[in-house]
């Protein structure tokens, strides 16, 4: 089997994309542990992301977002500011992944999924279990055929809403 092709598709202070091309498409979004301490920040972070994505065919790849490195932060400006980015990042996306390293990183993620509508989404702190649950099957070619559910992994229960 012929290796994979890894390309660099941003870099900052903040967040990296990577592409891995190969028998699953797969799309890393990696937030670094740079604060993101102003909303000029938020935008630089993750309105990069937004424009590097847009020129993807999102619908032919999967999507891990890795956010164990990213300090918690929820305050209303921070969440009013970062909630159309988020839409943005995963919409199009057959399947996706967030690692998350915690369980308040994972209920967090959970409101976000729900609150924003944001479809299929599976919370992962396993960065193996989220590889393969993104390669376990082919992704579908019609984004909107998807079911729309968030479910954690690796965790024994799951809270209620």
């Known amino acids: 089997m012929p290796a994979s092709l890894?390309?660099?598709?941003?870099?900052?202070?903040f967040v990296s994309v990577r592409r891995t091309l190969g028998m699953n498409k797969l799309v890393r979004v990696l937030r670094t542990s740079a604060p993101l301490d102003s909303l000029e920040q938020i935008?630089?972070?993750?309105?990069?992301?937004?424009?590097?994505?847009?020129?993807l065919d999102k619908s032919s790849h999967v999507l891990l977002i890795d956010m164990r490195s990213a300090r918690g932060?929820?305050?209303?400006?921070?969440?009013r500011r970062v909630a159309p980015y988020r839409?943005?990042?995963?919409?199009?996306?057959?399947?996706?992944?967030?690692?998350?390293?915690?369980?308040?990183?994972?209920?967090?993620?959970?409101?976000?999924?729900?609150?924003?509508?944001l479809g299929e989404v599976h919370i992962f702190v396993s960065e193996e279990d989220a590889l393969d649950w993104l390669a376990s099957t082919p992704p579908p070619r019609s984004p909107s055929s998807r079911p729309g559910s968030s479910r954690p992994s690796k965790r024994p229960s799951r809270p209620s809403s």
Do not use: C, I, M, Y
């Not at 890894?6 to 202070?13: G, K, Q």
């Not at 935008?43 to 020129?55: I, N, P």
């Open 87 to 117: 839409a943005a990042t995963v919409q199009g996306f057959p399947r996706v992944a967030v690692l998350v390293k915690s369980l308040p990183g994972q209920l967090q993620v959970q409101r976000h999924v729900r609150e924003d509508g």
């Open 43 to 55: 935008d630089e972070a993750w309105g990069s992301v937004s424009r590097v994505l847009t020129q």
């Open 6 to 13: 890894d390309e660099r598709l941003l870099e900052n202070a």
């Open 73 to 79: 932060r929820n305050d209303d400006e921070f969440e």
